[in-house]
């Protein structure tokens, strides 16, 4: 039986499993000439076998997001767009910059230059939280200025953290012990010891003004290392959180040499970080491979250290790290995550999509909703498609199966159900064309209902409504909720199918998700 999804140029043949099963299909839009070197309308044919061998696929890709900095988390704003991303992730962890901030109130000191502490703002922070179910993944940074080498040393972000040294190394422990013990004692180290610290960010870059660089970091990690163990043993502390993938291989050397304590390696890398930062080569790497491909060369990095079984969590990453409105803010977002989550499979234990929200205020107060910002959602709480792209996804099953493809995953839930991605992935920067792709499933028997749920330009995506507006600044709030409403996802039609066989033709950046069952 052939079917159509509607506006968004999908065409589909299935047929029902003998087991009667559900079937879910998350379905894309792909150049193969981006990924395969084939022209952009060739037709495709994939072999899918319900039987096929298989190995555990945990969500890597959703079980934490960044979000800005720490004071944000107090914002009626910024707690909305956390429950609006646990809604649709259940996400574990949250990671923010700036827990040692001046505006947090953690650090001061008296008259005599002891140390004041005052945790009201952080206990409020952490609280809210854990209260809506989600874990602090703790970045200790940045300096106060009571304790800086130098007060001038501010990093250019709006908020001007500072980004020195300490004056003092031994008066940068006592505040990250404080700090830790009070953690303890305010939430008992049973749930502290599931949360993770995190030392510095990015120190291989502008976030640090050490000289030089790598080797007062690695006195930084160490200091900060031993004063949270000095809490307990049970809580776990890592690094060196560096961008572009950089010295996790001489930071576990120098951990190993030292006996330092290192419990995971973290570090970031974006689609638009240079080979010749990341990789030391003059390459043109397509921004279909440059994160995964930096994710590879750090597992085997770690697998290759003296500490081989060193978790790696990737703290931070995106398509871009600079504000371009036609990558994070468009439907371009959803065949680019299927294919990263494809590529990125097995080497590493939690990626940090950056960032849940464009609560942020890196560059300053947002001055228009879709300025290209990193976050699912848009201010005001306005989904974009990545956001729906992200409820889709999620629908993965845990346990994936193997296919002869570059442009399929296949998965199957716990109920028995199969979960399928599928996309044809374009470049923001092509124009495209619809794609056609046809599947065989072996293994399938008689009829099946299909469910049938499409993010693309037109479906899922605040765009098109936003541009009817005439692309307003500052919407007013009958626009904000038209915005919302049109960024929601279309209600799921269903179809009555048979036959064993799909085929689809795909507009540019189309994603969808079909359940197929009884």
């Known amino acids: 039986m052939h079917t159509s ?14 087991r009667g099963v559900w079937l879910i299909l998350v379905l894309g839009a792909l150049t193969a000439a981006a990924l395969r070197g084939q022209t952009t309308n060739s037709a495709q044919f994939i072999a899918i076998d319900t039987s096929a061998s298989s190995h555990s696929f945990p969500h890597f890709w959703e079980k934490m997001f960044g979000s800005g900095r720490a004071i944000l988390s107090l914002r009626d704003s910024y707690r909305n767009d956390l429950r609006e991303t646990k809604r649709i992730t259940e996400f574990e962890y949250v990671r923010f910059h700036a827990i040692f901030h001046d505006e947090d109130g953690l650090y001061d000191e008296d008259k005599d230059g002891g140390p004041v502490y005052n945790y009201s703002y952080a206990d409020q922070i952490y609280d809210g939280l854990l209260t809506n179910k989600v874990r602090p993944f703790i970045e200790l940074s940045f300096m106060p200025k009571k304790l800086t080498s130098d007060p001038k040393a501010f990093h250019p972000f709006w908020y001007q953290q500072n980004v020195a040294p300490p004056k003092d190394w031994g008066k940068w422990e ?6 830790a013990r009070h953690l303890v004692e305010r939430y008992g180290i049973d749930k502290v010891a599931q949360w993770y610290f995190e030392v510095w960010n990015e120190p291989n870059i502008d976030f640090w003004a050490g000289n030089p660089k790598e080797a007062t970091y690695y006195e930084l990690y160490d200091r900060a290392a031993r004063a949270i163990k000095g809490v307990s043993l049970r809580l776990r502390v890592g690094g060196p959180a560096t961008a572009q993938a950089a ?10 040499e030292k006996n330092v304590p290192v419990d995971f390696a973290s570090t970031h890398v974006y689609r638009n970080d240079r080979a010749e930062d990341v990789f030391g080569t003059h390459e043109n790497i397509p921004r279909t491979r440059m994160v995964c491909r930096a994710v590879k060369k750090v597992h085997d990095q770690i697998a290759a250290s003296p500490y081989p079984n060193t978790p790696l969590i990737w703290s931070e990453f995106n398509a871009s790290y600079m504000n371009e409105p036609a990558v994070t803010d468009t439907a371009f977002m959803g065949s680019w995550m299927a294919d990263t989550i494809r590529q990125c499979d097995g080497l590493t234990e939690m990626m940090s999509y950056w960032t849940s929200s464009d609560v942020s205020e890196e560059q300053g107060v947002v001055r228009t909703p879709f300025y290209g910002g990193f976050g699912l959602l848009a201010e005001r709480s306005i989904p974009k498609a990545a956001f729906n792209a992200f409820a889709l996804l999620h629908q993965l099953g845990d346990v994936r199966l193997e296919v002869n493809s570059e442009s399929v995953l296949v998965t199957r839930r716990k109920n028995g159900s199969l979960a399928i991605a599928a996309w044809n992935l374009l470049l923001p920067e092509e124009a495209g064309s619809p794609q056609t ?5 072996k293994g ?19 765009l098109p409504a936003w541009d009817k507006m005439g692309h307003p600044a500052l919407p007013t709030l009958a626009q904000i909720e038209a915005l ?9 039609r269903q179809e009555n199918l048979t036959n064993d066989s799909l085929t689809l033709t795909l507009k540019p950046h189309a994603l969808a998700l079909i359940e197929v069952g009884k």
């Not at 006592?174 to 700090?179: K, L």
């Open 444 to 462: 399938l028997g008689s009829t099946h209902l299909a469910r049938i749920t499409v993010v693309d330009k037109e479906h899922g995506s605040p």
């Open 247 to 256: 010295w996790v291989d001489h930071f576990l050397a120098h951990c190993k």
């Open 5 to 18: 999804i509607g506006a968004s140029g999908c065409h589909l043949v299935f047929a029902q499993n003998v």
């Open 174 to 179: 006592q505040p990250i012990e404080n700090f």
């Open 484 to 492: 919302r409403k049109a960024s929601s996802l279309p209600s799921a």
């Open 437 to 441: 792709l046809t599947f065989h499933f």
